[in-house]
């Protein structure tokens, strides 16, 4: 409308201006009754409406605006030659065009227009014009080739309609108007100049189309209440702050009385990108447009996102940042009253339905909202739809009832009543609206239990209890923000302190002011502990509440006798089977302010913890640490203690912030402990600590963040253990990774060398959390035996002794997924026995009654193999087999690992063999290309032994043999072919080469 009127005058003085040159050389003759016209053609090209503009205020019309740019005129001009100063008696036909105009910063191109001037009043008739988003207004004057390349890409819309400007005298404007897809932005920022408001109040993108007719004062266009419309409004994607795009419908809006009506008016905007979702609000309003009238309001809403919109009205310049306020609310309002210049005088009657299924304020779930609103000039309430005695558990406010008085120097509540979240508040305050009024407030607090969702240890819990105080405070109004002005006392109790589902204590304090000093001071039991803090501080003059931290004095926090089990049941959400007493002190010596680049205190913390135990069995009689916060780092300064018969020292720094303040723990320490007993030191595996036993000791460096720690060092071990396996005492480095988030460890021993049984052994070993989360471990370990007792190296396998005596040469693997037992390991294993002695053969001393005279308890065996697996809790042994000169044992089966239960076939070939040499070397070099030997070489080989050869049966346990004699003949081929393979070398004497080459094939 504004620039519709500037086009008028423009069109006017851009004729007028002209044509009043000449008045100052003629004198004017007394007017006569009819004019007589001078009719000439006028064309004037690119103006400057700078100029034109100053011209106007020369003669005292102001725009009111900055305006740049050029018009261009083609007029045929009636002068009235005897009444030159008479405005209303000059006539003028033709059209008006500008190819790029700005008005404050709006881009306007192509405007034309045909302007017919008579008896002072102005017709513009096909009006239109293109406008465009902001531009900055010297990029057009200086550069109008840039003008038009990046107008292209600019949002556009167009306005068109006709006019009428009664200028002399100056009355009414009227006119029609029609707007396509007009862009918001820069008529928002016009709008907001012209009503004194912040750019980011008023939407900021979109467009809008309408169609309006309107009849204003040519003298108070700028009053919209003066203005009588009537129209149509439709806006497309328009954007306010961070809500979502929306769409707004206006099928009649008309001004009329200083009122403004708006009927049926809509607004929906989708959330989410998703259609299913959408943000509706509908209304009709009446209200008026001055400080005085009756208003009439209707307004719907449905899913309106209220912590977006909070987050606008308590900041404007939102960032995008999470508001303290989630959830959506449906509403229905409908309100009348009158409004006055005195706030006294006024009256409104408000009443409302909202509902919402889950409301939260800074974490505090308000739970179900379906409640009515009132609101009058004495009371406001809100009260739930359904009866107060059917109220489901989701409903945690239950009714406010509030009476008050409103004057234009306070609001004064002089009665409150609330019940929410199972308790009660009572009480009454005065919120002054001038500087020089106080603020008071009143208010006592029975058993309100919030529950507030609070992040711990990487993960959300619930944090509830029941509140009761009493709040008695005031504070000059100019004066709020300045501590020393407050005066008061806050006497609080905290009941039955909860977090997630577990009771953690309570607390009881107060806290005051008064004459600048500012103390709390709190006690109560947390943990099965007792706590107890103290802090004040001395406000000056000058102070505001950010200076708070500066002025504190010593904070003391004390704690004694805390619950590790209860500690760690709350931070972690799990429950473990370690218990143990937690005290100390927390002395703050200074709270750093931000402004420093510093936001954690200096503090000084002494921390002992006792009589820790996993599973009653001890950890630790005492530990003790002392440490310094400083820097935004914990220092240890020493920590000392014993732990799993052992002891452990440890020094160095937590880096407890990043570089942008935020918390992101990272560690720089170094750890020693000594002779830790294995089996209780490593108590975090569960049952499968008792697989490894001795004792180590270690030295080692922690670092890293707590989703990746790092463990490098070095470790000595004795009398060491491992799933069975003994290592003695052994050397290793050390590499161990963890994610205290996850819950995940990996540890890493790769070069272990320990002396055992007389010789060497070697290997790797990893260790790891299971990845399927469940309970046990993971293990992949590889080990090279040099001439070890085979006796020391498997005696510890189940209960057994041994199953051979002797020297062992070779490799083992062992590994496992998800270990609780010794059931779940699997590996293979391959070694060259030497100097085995045949007592410790499981079935050999029960076999010797079946030799007669030869026995081969004290056979010395001075070569051999065994071969096999390792898995479902058992030792399979593929092949098993020791010779000498003068007898030869072979056997496979199985060695159960718990039990020592045993299921072993035997095969024990004795005496002189002399006198077979021959046929034992012709049936060798008979069978000796066969890959399958034939039933008749099993008959042949059978019968040729039969009198040298038993074949036996061991079941039972390796303490305790029970041994079954076989015929010769149930022999099988892998015995028959051990025997054509070994005998040759073992048994044999004076063999031709020939026959021995035959052998080797088998």
């Known amino acids: 409308m504004r620039y519709l009127i500037l086009t008028c005058l423009l069109t006017l003085f851009s004729t007028v201006s002209t044509a009043q040159q000449p008045q100052q050389q003629i004198q004017a003759p007394p007017a006569p009754a009819q004019p007589k016209y001078w009719t000439t053609n006028w064309s004037f090209e690119d103006i400057d409406v700078g100029n034109l503009a100053g011209r ?44 790029s105009l700005v008005i404050d910063g709006v881009l306007i191109k192509d405007l034309r227009t045909s302007v017919k001037y008579r008896d002072g009043v102005a017709s513009l008739d096909n009006l239109s014009s293109k406008v465009l988003s902001s531009k900055a207004p010297d990029s057009i004057a200086t550069d109008a080739k840039a003008t038009d390349r990046d107008s292209q890409n600019q949002s556009s ?31 928002a ?46 806006g497309r994607g328009l954007r306010l702050a961070s809500l979502p795009p929306a769409d707004f419908d206006a099928p009649r809006i008309r001004i009329e009385d200083k009122k403004l009506r708006v009927d049926n008016f809509s607004l929906t905007a989708q959330t989410n990108g998703r259609s299913n979702q959408a943000i509706r609000l509908l209304g009709n309003a009446n209200v008026p447009l001055s400080a005085i009238g009756d208003f009439e309001i209707e307004v719907y809403g449905d899913d309106i996102p209220v912590g977006t919109i909070a987050g606008l009205l308590t900041n404007p310049n939102n960032d995008g940042g999470e508001s303290l306020v989630q959830g959506k609310l449906d509403f229905r309002v409908t309100g009348n009253g009158r409004l006055n210049e005195n706030i006294e005088q006024s009256t409104w009657n408000i009443q409302g339905l909202v509902a919402s299924p889950q409301l939260s304020v800074a974490g505090l779930d308000l ?32 009714e406010l009832r509030s009476r008050y008085s409103l ?12 019940a929410f979240f199972d308790g009660k508040l009572s009480g009454s305050a005065t919120i002054p609206f001038i500087e020089s009024g106080t603020a ?40 709020i923000d300045q501590p020393n002005q407050h005066s008061g006392q806050v006497d609080f109790s905290l009941s039955d302190l909860k977090i997630g589902e577990a009771t953690v204590g309570n607390l009881h304090g107060t806290a005051s002011a008064n004459a600048g000093e500012v103390a709390v001071s709190a006690q109560g039991k947390l943990f099965n502990g007792t706590i107890a803090v103290e802090t004040k501080a001395n406000m000056q003059a000058q102070d505001q509440w950010s200076d708070l931290p500066s002025r504190l004095a010593d904070t003391n926090f004390q704690f004694s006798g805390v619950s590790l089990t209860r500690l760690y049941q709350v931070a972690t959400g799990s429950r473990m089977d370690l218990s143990g007493l937690a005290s100390g002190t927390v002395k703050i010596n200074k709270w750093n302010s931000l402004d420093a680049g510093v936001s954690l205190p200096t503090a000084d913390i002494q921390l002992k913890l006792s009589r820790v135990s996993h599973r009653s069995r001890l950890l630790s009689r005492s ?78 460096t922690v670092s890293g963040y707590h989703d990746s720690v790092r463990i490098r060092g070095n470790t000595d071990g004795r009398e060491l253990v491992m799933y069975g396996l003994p290592l003695g005492n052994a050397h290793s480095g050390l590499a161990a990774n963890a994610n205290v988030t996850r819950q995940s460890w990996d540890l890493r021993f790769p070069s272990v060398r320990s002396s055992q049984g007389g010789g060497q052994v070697e290997g790797e070993l990893f260790l790891a959390s299971t990845r399927r989360g469940g309970r046990g471990i993971d293990l992949e370990s590889r080990w090279h035996t040099r001439r070890v007792d085979f006796v020391r190296l498997t005696q510890k396998l189940g209960q057994s002794t041994s199953v051979a005596r002797g020297e062992i040469t070779g490799d083992l693997t062992l590994n496992g997924k ?97 006198d077979i040499a021959a046929n034992f070397a012709q049936l060798a070099q008979q069978y000796a290309l066969r890959s399958l030997l034939p039933t008749s070489a099993i008959v042949d080989i059978s019968e040729l032994l039969r009198d040298r050869t038993l074949v036996i049966n061991v079941i039972g346990t390796v303490q305790d043999p029970i041994v079954r004699i076989q015929p010769v003949q149930t022999f099988r081929e892998e015995a028959a072919r051990f025997l054509l393979r070994e005998g040759q070398r073992l048994i044999l004497t004076g063999v031709t080469a020939g026959a021995v080459d035959g052998l080797d094939g088998f």
């Open 56 to 99: 106007l205020e020369a003669i005292g019309i102001e725009t009111g605006v900055n305006l740049e740019g050029t018009v261009s005129v083609q007029f045929e001009v009636g002068i009235p030659m005897n009444a030159l100063r008479d405005g209303a008696a000059y006539r003028f036909d033709g059209i008006l065009t500008s190819p």
């Open 623 to 700: 530990m003790r640490l002392d440490g310094r916060l400083q820097k935004n780092a914990f220092e240890i300064i020493s920590l000392v203690g014993d732990y799993a018969d052992g002891s452990v020292h440890s020094k160095g720094r937590v880096y407890l912030l990043d570089d942008k303040n935020k918390m992101h723990p990272r560690a720089d320490l170094r750890i020693s402990a000594t002779r830790i007993n294995l089996a209780r030191g490593l108590w975090f595996l569960g049952d499968a600590a008792d697989d490894f036993q001795g004792r180590a000791s270690l030295s080692a």
């Open 440 to 479: 008071l407030a009143k208010l006592n607090i029975e058993r309100i239990q919030p529950r507030i969702q609070v992040p711990v240890a990487g993960r959300t819990v619930s944090l509830s209890g029941a509140l009761d105080g009493n709040f008695d405070w005031q504070v000059p109004l100019a004066a």
């Open 818 to 914: 998800a270990i609780e037992s010794l059931d779940d390991l699997t590996g293979r294993f391959r070694f060259a026995l030497g100097q085995t002695r045949g007592a410790a053969i499981p079935g050999l001393l029960g076999a010797s009654r079946f030799l007669g005279p030869v026995s081969l308890v004290n056979q010395s065996f001075d070569a051999g193999e065994a071969n096999g697996v390792i898995g479902g809790g058992a030792v399979t042994f593929d092949e098993f087999w020791v010779g000498s000169d003068s007898a030869l044992i072979q056997a496979d089966g199985k060695v159960f690992i718990r039990s020592g239960r045993m299921d072993l076939n035997a095969l024990i070939a004795t005496g002189d063999f002399g």
């Open 407 to 418: 004057n234009k120097e306070s609001l004064v509540i002089e009665q409150l009543e609330a």
């Open 367 to 398: 739970g179900t909202i379906e409640h009515q609103i009132e609101l009058t000039p004495n009371e406001f309430n809100i009260v739930p739809v359904r009866d107060k005695a059917d109220l489901p558990k989701s409903f945690r406010i239950t």
């Open 189 to 234: 920022e016009l709008l907001a100049k012209y009503l004194g408001q912040p750019d980011n109040s008023l939407p900021n993108d979109g467009s809008f189309s309408g169609n309006v007719n309107f009849r204003v004062p040519l003298e108070t266009a700028s009053n919209i209440a003066t203005y009588q419309l009537d129209g149509s409004l439709s």
């Open 157 to 187: 819309g167009s306005v068109s309609g006709k006019a009428t400007v009664e200028l002399v005298p100056r009355n009414d404007v009227i006119a029609e108007i029609t707007v396509t897809e007009l862009a918001i932005a820069p008529l």
